[in-house]
């Protein structure tokens, strides 16, 4: 009976529950990581950071309408924008400087939702919020904790270990990606090489949170490009 209630329920109210639940869950672990434990409050955003990234492979596999990614994004967008006036989001919006890389995040993902669900290859989309998530996530986290190479780019202080880490990660990602649905080409690892470079030196211009813009929507487009100069043509 319970099976045959869900096959009344429209697919896409299954979707949008299903990325309902995991950003709930997301939020649930930050809080609790925040609540229980001596966590630094960098750990907790980038829990979010990275968690938030990970909805865009829900709405891949699940085949999402656009149309909700963008509304999503929208709304999430103003949502951001309002936290920077009033306390909505402090615990995310606390990066002890100032910046926009909360909202730039949100209007990147409506972008490259927006772009590559209408061409039908959404995993470049994939590509360049995952880039974002785990790279620039992971990035961070290693370069404060290992982070002993110092190099400052712009006033913004950055570490050759968090670099490096942002390359390794950007060309995992994007290799596996392109694996997936162009299979084992030596153009993929070669477009996998160019991604990593280019979001890595991206990353490193982090002014305004800026980064969290130009790093998805570079990553995605030099994908897309260079696949079809590559591949596709």
Do not use: C
């Amino acid at each position: 009976m319970f099976f045959y209630k869900l096959q009344l329920i429209p697919a896409i109210w299954l979707q949008i529950t299903s990325v309902a639940v995991w950003l709930f869950l997301v939020i649930a672990t930050a809080w609790g990581v925040h609540r229980f434990t001596k966590a630094d409050p960098e750990v907790v955003r980038k829990i979010v950071h990275i968690g938030t990234g990970n909805v865009i492979l829900l709405a891949w596999w699940f085949d999402i309408p656009a149309i909700v990614g963008i509304t999503a994004s929208i709304v999430a967008s103003v949502v951001t924008l309002l936290s920077y006036r009033f306390p909505i989001l402090p615990g995310i919006n606390s990066v002890g400087r100032r910046s926009f890389g909360t909202f730039f995040y949100s209007v990147s993902i409506g972008i490259l939702v927006a772009w590559f669900w209408y061409v039908q290859q959404p995993y470049y989309a994939v590509i360049g919020i995952l880039v974002m998530a785990w790279g620039d996530g992971l990035a961070a986290l290693i370069g404060q904790r290992f982070g002993k190479h110092k190099y400052t780019v712009f006033g913004g202080q950055k570490s050759w270990e968090g670099s490096l880490t942002m390359a390794a990660v950007s060309y995992l990602i994007t290799s596996l990606i392109l694996f997936s649905v162009q299979g084992d080409r030596p153009a993929s690892w070669i477009i996998s090489f160019v991604v990593a470079l280019v979001a890595t030196g991206l990353e490193t211009f982090s002014f305004l949170g800026i980064d969290n813009l130009t790093v998805p929507l570079g990553s995605a487009t030099l994908a897309f490009v260079l696949s079809w100069l590559l591949i596709e043509r």
